[in-house]
């Protein structure tokens, strides 16, 4: 493939640490599948310098950036305008810039899991009491992505109940709280359950839920990606469940920035999958 021309659209991730993110896999790879004019680099900026890096990074002519931990809060404040879904989450992943310098910021992360969730399990959007573990960023887009989607109520158990306590306020109707004690009982008629925490990732503890009380129709999606089978995943195959791996929402939440960055509207399927996560796959 050609190298980019001095005419090259840029864009990137920024991140402390970056080293770790996928999506320079994932945008590289739809830059090559569509003959692109194009770049996209990480970026690493630690949090003190992270307001004059996406400005320098602006003004340089940047066609925007993804943002990664810890940045997403901060980047909301940089942003001249927001969509819906950030203003809601206070939390911004994809940055667009104007050719004046000005900073659109939106969050693609509810879009992600919600598009994840039907090309996993096609159908089980649409209903039903669904089950979140975990209140942070993540489990917040995954909530407000399955109210979105008509799931109620959505019962979030966290291990700190007041982080739960305060998603749910931030979140609204249909959302309430379960003791973390209580999570397995929790699963009881829920036609969705979502592990949204680090639980079960590779180098972290496991997740301890016994799945006795899931309906064996229900689905079972894990936000977590390394391993792609999950424990979790596994327990849901031998229950009679249908099992939705992490992936999905990592590839569908970079949509929406590559097509406001470089033009073109890109498909997720086996050959990216592969693309971003060949060494996943074959630790399976």
């Known amino acids: 493939m050609d190298l980019p021309s001095g005419k090259a659209v840029v864009a990137g991730v920024a991140g402390w640490p970056v080293g770790h993110s996928r999506s320079p896999r994932l945008h590289g790879h739809w830059l090559r599948r569509y003959g692109i004019d194009g770049l996209y680099a990480p970026f690493p900026v630690p949090p003190e310098a992270f307001a004059t890096a996406v400005r320098g990074l602006a ?36 940055l667009i810039f104007g050719p004046d310098g000005d900073i659109e910021g939106r969050n693609t992360d509810a879009y992600g ?17 669904a089950v979140v573990l975990g209140a942070g960023g993540a489990a917040r887009a995954v909530v407000l992505a399955l109210r979105t989607l ?31 004690r209580k999570r397995a009982a929790a ?44 424990p979790l995943l596994a327990a849901a195959r031998r229950h009679g469940c249908r099992a939705v791996d992490g992936l999905g929402m990592l590839l569908h939440q970079g949509r929406p920035g590559f097509r406001a960055w470089f033009g073109v509207d890109p498909a997720v399927d086996d050959d990216l999958r592969r693309a971003v996560a060949g060494d996943l796959f074959a630790a399976e």
């Not at 002519?61 to 989450?89: E, F, I, Q, S």
Request: one cysteine or more; aromatic letters at 4%; hydrophobic letters at 50%.
């Open 59 to 94: 003004a340089a002519g940047l066609a925007g950036l993804n943002v990664t931990v810890p940045h997403k809060a901060a980047a909301c404040a940089l942003c001249d305008r927001l969509d819906g879904t950030a203003k809601r989450l206070g939390a911004a992943n994809t």
């Open 113 to 129: 899991f919600a598009e994840a969730l039907e090309a996993g399990a096609p159908g089980a959007a649409g209903g039903g009491s």
């Open 150 to 180: 008509g799931y109620g109520p959505v019962r979030i158990a966290n291990r700190t109940a007041a982080h739960a306590e305060a998603a749910a306020a931030a979140l609204g109707p249909g959302v309430e709280t379960v003791p973390w």
């Open 187 to 230: 699963l009881a008629g829920a036609a969705l359950l979502v592990n949204a925490t680090s639980l079960g990732m590779a180098g972290q503890p496991a997740l301890d839920l016994p799945l006795d009380d899931l309906p064996p129709e229900a689905t079972v999606s894990d936000i977590v990606y390394a391993p792609l089978e999950t």
